[in-house]
């Protein structure tokens, strides 16, 4: 336990961390139909990122520029999800479904 | 100072932010947003023209900041007497195809603001000295290009559009794994083409790829000439010319014979030789092959088509041949004749296109010879004599007539290419693609304009004040630059010989 | 100190997983609210005070709300079982592992060629509020970039907005 | 005065522009403009003319800079030296160029004022026509081989767009691209002649080429394997083949008989076809420089004259029958330079455009009166068209060689020289006794000419009917070019030098003394060359009076007297008959065999292999290769193969849309497979890297 807990908050935990939530961003992407569910995933792919880049910042540089970055990061997540949802919401409008299979007319 | 070349650029990128926030209910607000977003270019360019400095080979109207510090990236703007030419045509073009898309009636904000966009990117490339900021207005141009090939175009625009993108995707690819190269290995690290070209920087290093230690320069070499090679385009990487060419709309065709075939030539010229000039010369027997091929091949191609705009695509090939064997012929008068090609190609070519795309809105299709085997016109010079009268100038200046601007480049090509004593054997065989060239376009000329009128073309119109407009200033160009060529190869002069100064 | 940072890993991931395999497309959604929570807490945990803060407004706040919205505007909960139908899960699977494995061991492997500061200097910097740092970073040296990404959510939202609109 | 010269070819390029531009729109469609711009170019060229006659020599340059190409030397300064110059020449043989030019367009000017009366595109005839003519005199006046070569191409183009006047004729158009195409395969290795020159000399200027050969520069410099001099002695002469119709680019010029007849005497006669000519008299001395040219030159000026002699022997169109009488008579020119008769090879150019222009002129004249240009519907014209008659009948005269013309002086001391040159060197008979036999031929079929279209009785009664004298504007020109074939006029009263050599004034041949001593081919003979030279030109004295007057005799005797049938001739003849029928097969070869069966299938292959090989197969094939891949994989996972790999990867690198459009899904998720597995693999070499 004490082993745990001293991994969890070391570099390598972050990372440990990091990495699942990314694999499972992936994960979700990979595998959802519905569009919304990709949003999701990607979400946690995000986030994974800005969690590294913060914990590089604690565990080696001690400077502020990961922090700033991670922030950039959020910012352009919440950019990103606004869009992707308003296309979605769109989408509906016109197909009556999110189902992300269905946006295939890009296909000639 | 007033900074001039950035003006010239982003006028047009701000004429697009303007179409995109007008009304989409009036197209001819947005059309004369778009005139006066490429006329205010063309002015600054007039002005540029009178203040170029002639006896320097140094750049001017430079502008120079750190934009990217840590990766010691600059803005880094400025032209000589190889880029003005190539900034002139592309504001003269843009401006002439704005008013030649007037017939546009599908997406007019979206085409122009996309149109603008690319001039933009054109005025750009043609500007930057920092090979960051090069590549990154080479990357901007494709976009817009492959939009409107792949929205405006032909039947078969969206295969054309792919086509093209991936084409210029793969050397651009290339061409930044160079870029990317040539910054860690220069020393400073450095993005600056100027400073990259100082002290021989990449002789004698080598690099281990896949086990094999190869030499930097020449390795740097081919992947950047290949990058612009496939602009030029260089045979065998021609293949999406055709296409591009014959489903973008007319002025589209216009921009990418005019403007974006010289940016590979440009680019060699700005990138190749002055960086890498020990691995130009090793190479330029391979030029010059390639060159001569390019001038044989895409004359008897054109030979061969039955789509007008088809032909013109292949002489485009053809036409470029020359620039690459007047490159590689090291000589003053060769070099000079390979950009003042640049130039009248790009005069001559355009009005080509705008030619072949004014007959096309009229009768809505091209063909010399029907698929059927039938004819596709015949004897229609006596219906559209202004027509036909313009044509044969742009017809005769592209075939290298004395007395049309073809001729002057083409002659000092061959004379300067003939006056190396390695390459006599190249031009004399080159020199088939003078005669090809005419056999190509005077039988055109013939199955179209000449012989008995087609019945079904009695009623064609003949150009309207608008066409005619867009093709006067491009046919006093090719009239006068063929008699007394001097106002353009004055430009250009110092710098090249300058540059010519690494080979000799 | 160190337990709750271990139960707010634990809290991420564990909710992460929820959100990654949960067929209800409405639990994922609610979970991924915990997993950014979780995530909340780690960066208070890095000395990221004003990320923390920032993450819940942004995330829990804004995010995770706009998805519900979505969810709600699009799925009617009462017509339409909201269970996501699946695409094939064995390769986004191995995929997925992979990449997680891998880049795991390549963070870890980097981390070595990193600038490494003295302990003292990682402590204070840790310990130090934030908020003024990033307030003088962002108007400062990232003032380009700030001023970029002010423009891109301006857009984004104008964007949004002009996407949705109704017909 | 260099720079007054100028004026002459800028008249009419004036007079181009504004009858292109607004012709249309002037009074009687701007006819006067061209007409006036001649004449103008004729009285500026008279006061140069009388200069030369009156001092006996002129010499006048007038240079300007027109490209500056800035080279570097090695301390870095810049240099000129690669600067193109570009000037006016006026010496003895531009003078008289000039004045036999401007003369010569002048007249058939006004001609054309009265033949091509009412005609469509009456305006544009005479753009074209000013445009030609100022091409022709910068032609002359061009003291360098660029703007030379440049106005020859120029004159190219007015002789493309003239005979191709008529341009809804499918017959005028195809000639019309035969003859820009056929004169560009000499064109283009012409060009590559002046490239040449440019890298052994550094200039084009004529006046500093002499100088260097003189100094005997470029006898060690190999081009391509030759030497140089020779390489560009034979593209200057590849040049001359295509501009003068010489064997075997001869072709063009029957066919350009389409064209208007105005257009046939000025450009097909008497000038443009001419100027090869005079390309290789200004070039006279690196072709005698290069020692294996000139043989070759007098034997292609020899074969040429020959075999479109006996083509013209056949032919039943008037303006054919002159057309390949000015192939003979340009080969004899030719000729004359290759046997190193230089001033007669001169001469002959000159009378022969006067003489020609006039037999071309009365051609048209008899054309227009008749509407038809087939002799045999003509007949028993002499007393319709008595002036016309009057002055073909002395230009035939003076083309067949009877003393007292014009073309009896040239082409005897074109023989003489012929015969000279075989004595001097052994083996080389051919030449003189194709000459002579040519001097024959061609007797016989001028008269041939004569007597079909002038004498016996009307063939067709109601084209004879309606035939009728010319107005006096076409006439005039007539009677003066005819003036023009007296022998007096260029040497003495009889043309026969053993009794004129008692004239005072022999203007021309003072002339051309002068011209060889500029160039530098001054002839200093031996003792021994001067005896045979005039042992020979005795000999042929007597021999071309005797062939000549044979030919005569026979047509008269044929054609006149009809003692001997045609037929009878023509049977004599046998299988000879139809291959002079066929002028020897030549377009049947060029266009059915190297230009359909060769150029257009080669086209035609090429395209395809673009298509099909290097765009479907070696650029969309990657499409293939991917399906390869997949079929050796086999059903390995029907998942990952076929959705993934195929759809994805294939399409991706595959190149085009025509695999996007069969195969590709368009959904997202298989494309981010795809690039996770990319990420995968990048991860996996950076876990590599970083052991």
């Known amino acids: 336990m004490n082993h745990l807990m001293q991994f969890s908050s070391s570099l390598q935990g972050y990372l440990a961390v990091g990495a699942m939530l990314f694999s499972l961003g992936i994960f979700c992407v990979l595998t959802r139909k519905n569009a919304i569910g990709i949003l999701l995933g990607i979400e946690l792919i995000l986030n994974a990122a800005a969690i590294n880049f913060v914990a590089f910042s604690k565990f080696r540089t001690g400077l502020i520029d990961g922090q700033i970055v991670a922030l950039f990061i959020m910012l352009i997540a919440a950019a990103e999800a606004a869009v992707a949802l308003a296309v979605i919401l769109r989408f509906y409008r016109l197909k009556q479904t999110i189902d992300a299979d269905e946006a295939s007319i890009m296909r000639n | ?504 | 100190m160190n337990k709750v940072l271990l139960l707010a890993e634990i809290l991420t991931v564990a909710s992460a997983l929820v959100v990654g395999f949960h067929p209800n497309i409405l639990y994922a959604s609610v979970f991924l609210l915990f997993t950014f929570c979780g995530v909340a807490v780690m960066f208070l945990y890095a000395g990221a005070d004003f990320l923390a803060g920032a993450q819940i407004i942004i995330y829990v706040g804004g995010v995770t709300i706009l998805i519900l919205f979505a969810i709600m505007l699009t799925q009617w909960l009462y017509k339409i079982k909201l269970a996501d139908l699946r695409n094939k899960m064995i390769l986004p699977a191995i995929l997925s592992v992979a990449v997680a494995v891998f880049l795991y061991r390549a963070l870890h492997q980097m981390v070595a060629t990193l600038p490494l500061q003295t302990p003292e200097a990682l402590e204070k910097f840790t310990s130090t509020p934030k908020t003024a740092l990033m307030g003088h970073a962002l108007l400062g040296s990232y003032l380009l970039p700030f001023e970029a990404i002010t423009i891109l959510l301006l857009g984004a939202m104008v964007g949004a907005v002009w996407l949705a609109r109704p017909e | 005065m260099a720079q007054q010269a100028l004026l002459i070819a800028l008249f009419p390029l004036c007079a181009f522009v504004i009858q292109a531009l607004f012709g249309k729109k002037l009074p009687r469609h701007g006819d006067f403009v061209s007409v006036l711009a001649i004449f103008g170019s004729f009285v500026v060229a008279v006061p140069i003319f009388t200069k030369l006659l009156t001092q006996g020599h002129v010499f006048e340059t007038f240079q300007v800079t027109w490209m500056a190409l800035p080279g570097v030397e090695a301390s870095g300064k810049l240099n000129s030296a690669a600067n193109i110059v570009i000037g006016v020449l006026i010496n003895n043989l531009t003078a008289i160029m000039l004045i036999m030019v401007t003369l010569c367009a002048s007249l058939i000017h006004l001609f054309s004022v009265g033949y091509m009366h009412g005609e469509e595109r009456y305006h544009l005839f005479f753009a074209y026509i000013s445009l030609f003519s100022a091409g022709m005199l910068g032609l002359v006046l061009s003291d360098n081989l660029l703007t030379f070569f440049m106005c020859w191409e120029l004159m190219g183009l007015c002789s493309y767009l003239l005979i191709g006047f008529y341009y809804k004729k499918p017959s005028a158009i195809n000639a019309s691209i035969k003859a820009f195409m056929t004169t560009r395969v000499g064109d283009t290795m012409f060009f590559l002649g002046i490239a040449a020159l440019y890298y052994v000399f550094g200039t084009s200027n004529f006046m500093e080429l002499y100088k260097a050969l003189q100094q005997g520069a470029g006898h060690d410099v190999m081009i391509a394997g030759f030497p140089a001099l020779t390489f560009i002695g034979f593209m200057v002469l590849m040049g001359t083949i295509g501009k003068s119709a010489q064997f075997p680019l001869h072709v063009w010029l029957p066919d350009a008989m389409e064209g208007p007849t105005p257009v046939s005497a000025l450009i097909h006669a008497a000038t443009m076809v001419a100027a090869g000519v005079f390309l290789l008299i200004r070039m006279f001395p690196l072709l005698e420089a290069s020692h294996t040219i000139l043989p070759i030159v007098a034997y292609i000026g020899a074969i040429t004259a020959f075999l479109a002699a006996l083509i013209a022997i056949v032919q039943v169109d008037i303006k054919k029958v002159l057309a390949y009488s000015t192939i003979s008579q340009l080969g004899y020119m030719v000729m004359g330079v290759g046997v190193g008769a230089f001033a007669p090879g001169f001469m002959h150019l000159i009378t022969h455009a006067c003489f020609k222009a006039c037999l071309f002129l009365c051609s048209g004249s008899v054309i227009h009166s008749v509407h038809t240009q087939d002799m045999r519907e003509m007949g028993g014209l002499k007393s319709k068209m008595p002036i016309t008659f009057a002055t073909m009948f002395i230009a035939t005269l003076a083309i067949s060689g009877v003393p007292g013309f014009s073309g009896f002086v040239s082409k005897d001391r074109i023989l003489g020289g012929a015969l000279a040159y075989s004595m001097e060197h052994q083996g080389h008979y051919l030449i003189p006794l194709l000459g002579f036999a040519t001097a024959g031929i061609t007797a016989f079929y001028m008269f041939r000419m004569i007597y079909m279209t002038f004498f016996g009785h009307a063939r067709d009664e109601h084209k004879h009917h309606h035939a009728h004298e010319q107005p006096v504007t076409m006439t005039i020109p007539l009677m003066i070019l005819a003036c023009l074939s007296f022998a007096i006029v260029f040497a003495g009263p009889t043309g026969i030098e053993s009794i004129d050599h008692m004239m005072p004034v022999k203007w021309f041949d003072h002339a051309l003394e002068g011209a060889q001593h500029e160039m530098g081919i001054a002839e200093h003979l031996s003792p021994e060359a001067e005896a045979i030279h005039h042992h020979a030109h005795g000999l042929a004295l007597i021999l071309s009076l005797a062939v000549a007057g044979l030919g005569i005799f026979i047509s008269s005797i044929t054609y006149l007297k009809h003692i001997l049938k045609a037929e009878t001739l023509k049977k004599m003849a046998g299988p000879v008959y139809p291959l002079l029928w066929n002028k020897y097969f030549f377009d049947e070869f060029y266009i059915g065999i190297l230009i359909q069966k060769g150029l257009l299938k080669f086209n035609h292959f090429l395209a395809v292999f673009d298509d099909k090989v290097i765009d479907r197969i070696c650029v969309d094939g990657w499409r293939d290769i991917t399906m390869g891949v997949k079929s050796i994989i086999g059903r390995f996972d029907d998942v990952v193969v076929d959705r993934i790999m195929v759809d994805g990867t294939a399409d991706v690198t595959a190149g085009g849309g025509w695999v996007l459009r069969q195969f590709q899904t368009g959904k997202v998720q298989h494309y981010l497979v795809l690039t996770v597995m990319v990420i995968i693999v990048a991860l996996f070499y950076a876990n590599l890297g970083l052991k």
Request: glycine share 8%.
């Open chain 2, 1 to 504: 100072m007033f900074p001039i070349l950035s003006v010239m650029t982003y006028i047009p990128l701000l004429g697009m932010i303007v179409i995109l926030a007008l009304p989409r209910n009036n197209p001819n607000l947005v059309r004369w947003v778009a005139v006066v977003a490429t006329a205010l270019p063309l002015a600054l360019g007039v002005y540029l023209y009178m203040h170029f400095d002639r006896t320097t080979a140094s750049m001017q109207f430079v502008e120079q900041f750190d934009w990217i510090k840590p990766f010691n990236i600059q803005y880094y703007m400025g032209i000589d007497g190889l880029s003005i030419p190539m900034v002139l045509l592309t504001v003269l073009l843009s401006f002439l195809c704005i008013i030649a898309s007037w017939g546009i009636e599908n997406g007019v904000k979206g085409y122009y603001a996309m149109f603008l966009f690319l001039e933009t990117g054109m005025m750009g490339v043609f500007c930057a000295l920092d090979f960051f900021l090069f590549f990154l207005f080479w990357e901007i141009m494709l976009l817009p290009m492959y939009f409107l090939i792949g929205i405006w175009g032909g039947k078969e625009k969206v295969y054309a559009a792919i086509k093209f993108f991936l084409y210029t995707l793969f050397g651009s690819v290339l061409m930044l794994l160079v870029m990317v190269g040539m910054y860690y290995y220069s020393e400073p690290h450095t993005f600056n083409l100027l400073q990259l070209a100082q002290g021989h920087q990449f002789v004698g290093k080598t690099i281990a790829l896949f086990g094999y230690s190869l030499p930097l320069d020449k390795l740097f070499w081919i992947g950047l000439f290949i990058g612009f090679a496939i602009k030029v385009p260089v045979w065998p990487f021609h293949t999406w010319l055709p296409w591009a060419h014959v489903e973008a709309p007319t002025a589209v065709s216009v921009i990418l014979a005019g403007v974006l075939l010289k940016m590979g030539t440009y680019g060699i010229l700005r990138m190749n030789y002055p960086i890498l000039p020990e691995a130009t010369l090793w190479a330029s027997n391979f030029m010059m092959i390639l060159g001569v091929i390019n001038i044989l091949y895409g004359a008897f191609c054109a030979m061969a088509q039955k789509d007008l705009k088809k032909l013109v695509a292949y002489s485009s090939v053809s036409h470029m041949g020359y620039v690459i064997v007047g490159m590689a012929s090291f000589t003053t008068a060769g070099v000079n004749g390979a950009v003042l090609q640049m130039f009248n190609h790009g005069t001559s070519t355009a009005m080509l296109f705008l030619l072949v795309g004014i007959i096309y809105d009229r009768v809505h299709h091209r063909w010399i010879v029907k698929p059927d085997g039938s004819k596709g016109f015949g004897g229609i010079a006596s219906v559209v004599p202004v027509y036909t009268g313009v044509m044969a100038i742009a017809l005769f200046a592209s075939l290298g007539l004395p007395g049309l601007s073809g001729f002057i480049s083409e002659a000092l090509v061959f004379l300067g290419a003939f006056s190396n004593p390695k390459f006599q054997t190249y031009v004399v065989i080159g020199s088939l693609g003078i005669l090809l060239g005419a056999a190509y376009l005077l039988w055109m000329f013939m199955r179209v304009f000449l012989g008995p009128l087609n019945e079904e073309h009695k009623d064609l119109k003949d150009m309207n004040w608008r066409e005619t407009f867009t093709l006067i200033p491009l046919c006093v160009l090719v009239i006068v630059l063929g008699v007394y060529p001097m106002p353009v190869l004055n430009l250009m002069g110092s710098t090249l010989a300058k540059l010519l100064t690494l080979f000799s």
